[in-house]
């Protein structure tokens, strides 16, 4: 997929330093999907022109992913347009290779980055589910000029009639950081998908590449739908808070609630404090390479990620579902080049030896061995223990003996249907013992001294279920 930015501002050669890219030297840069180019067709005073070149690796795509069958994949994800057309995977291309530049900043051209400049762009295949009406409703009204030509399905037979992809231009006398932030927004809205999950970060980014444009917007609502990927909670929050529904309390109002917030006994869920336990363990160990197995969607990692200490981080999932989500949260495309270093994402098992595991300080199992029934879990302790052999183990594991303060949950019961045992802390240590005899260990587990009915009553533990499996 192809994009094209040009100018005939004078001189023109500017744009280069606006792009933060040098014109004389094209540049590629490594996506998880692939890779971008960025290089210039022309340069010169009069007229330039960047190109942005996006090179999708369809197969890596969907590389371990397991169709209904559990082997290979689906033929639609092998066959289909994402590698020819622009979509999110462009959108993201574009944070990743003009993120200075979507930022409206430069270094050497401070005052040209905030002023307007002719410009134009090209997208050369632009899929648009509502065809060339809805493309002029989404760009006309930020002052675009837009020029669309729809490609046949297929030129040999045009009884197929036409597709639904275009050839689209885009001219403007505008700043650059608003064309590149109004491309950001609106190409996977054309699209009406994206490749990557959506939670509530998207509506953080959406608000703020939608500042100053988004909430005066005519197609505001369709815009925040499709961009969400129709998530009705996600787009719901995402309105209220363009539209200005959040009338600022009092001062005095506000200065009463803070007050009455400060009386209540601050207290964090048990995931947070389990995660901010693992971390202290960890490093206090001293350890700098850390391999978090069960890594789920990436929360503790996003923890280690904040710690300097912690310069080679490994996060291990069977689940590639999982690795994806954790991912995006972790926004692995955007994230600088230093701070990507630090960190990868392994799909792999719990079940098997893995020499990749191999010569990592410490490791990290959060709630997952109770998933296990005997012989699994007799498999993952040679893993652990036998191959990977880390000098430190952090490991948490629900605590049977703090059960007894939730009041929804039946006597005998397990937190969770999949788990296959919730130890009490004795069989927790016993165990730990065992498993890990000559193996520099700490474990993690509940901070709580055993609470009777009684205490339960005088001092309920504010927390949900889906909270609750704590240590």
């Known amino acids: 997929m192809l994009l094209t930015l040009s100018t005939t501002h004078h001189p023109a050669t500017d744009l280069g330093y606006l792009l933060h890219k040098n014109p004389h030297r094209p540049q590629s840069f490594e996506l998880s999907f692939g890779h971008a180019h960025v290089f210039y067709p022309e340069a010169t005073e009069a007229r330039t022109t960047a190109a942005l070149l996006l090179d999708v690796d369809p197969v890596g795509l969907v590389r371990g992913r397991r169709g209904p069958s559990g082997e290979g994949g689906m033929l639609e994800q092998y066959v289909n ?92 006398h505008t700043r650059l950081s608003d064309l590149l932030t109004h491309l950001y927004v609106l190409i996977p809205v054309l699209d009406d998908d994206k490749h990557y999950w959506v939670g509530d970060e998207e509506v953080e980014k959406l608000l703020r590449h939608g500042e100053g444009w988004l909430a005066a917007h005519p197609e505001r609502d369709i815009i925040t739908r499709r961009y969400l990927r129709h998530r009705k909670s996600l787009a719901r929050e995402a309105l209220e808070r363009l539209s200005g529904d959040e009338v600022p309390e009092p001062e005095e109002g506000a200065q009463a609630r803070n007050q009455e917030e400060a009386a209540l006994e601050s207290r964090l869920s048990l995931n947070e404090q389990r995660l901010q336990a693992v971390v202290a363990v960890l490093k206090e160990s001293g350890a700098t390479r850390v391999v978090d197995l069960g890594c789920g969607e990436g929360k503790l990692l996003r923890a280690l990620l904040k710690e300097r200490q912690f310069t080679d981080i490994l996060g291990m999932d ?120 000559g193996l520099a260990t700490a474990f993690v587990s509940s901070p709580w001294v055993p609470w009777t009915r009684t205490s339960v009553r005088r001092r309920r533990w504010r927390c949900s279920r889906d909270e609750a499996h704590g240590s």
């Not at 590698?83 to 993201?92: I, M, T």
């Not at 392994?346 to 893995?354: A, E, I, K, V």
């Not at 998933?371 to 605590?399: G, I, K, M, Q």
């Open 81 to 172: 347009d994402r590698p020819y057309v622009a979509s999110s995977f462009l959108s993201v291309a574009l944070a990743r290779t003009f993120r200075n530049a979507m930022s409206g900043s430069s270094k050497e051209r401070p005052e040209l980055a905030g002023q307007p400049i002719p410009l134009v762009a090209r997208l050369s295949v632009l899929p648009c589910r509502g065809g060339e009406p809805f493309l002029r409703k989404l760009f006309e009204p930020l002052g675009y000029t837009v020029t669309a030509t729809r490609h046949a399905l297929d030129a040999a037979v045009p009884d197929w009639g036409p597709s639904r992809y275009y050839t689209v231009t885009l001219e403007a």
């Open 318 to 437: 069977v689940s590639f579902r999982s690795l994806e989500v954790a991912s995006e949260r972790l926004h692995l495309d955007t994230m600088p080049e230093l701070q990507r270093r630090r960190i990868r994402l392994l799909h792999g098992s719990l079940m098997y030896r893995d020499a990749r595991l191999a010569g990592y300080e410490a490791a990290s199992v959060i709630e997952v061995i109770e998933h296990l029934d005997p012989p699994r879990l007799a498999a993952f302790e040679r893993v652990l223990f036998e191959s990977a052999r880390p000098n430190v183990v952090a490991l948490t594991t629900p605590n049977a003996e703090y059960n007894v303060r939730f009041e929804s949950l039946p006597a005998g019961t397990f937190r969770h249907r999949d788990h296959r045992f919730e130890w009490t802390r004795a069989e927790f240590e016993a165990w730990a013992r065992a498993s890990a005899s």
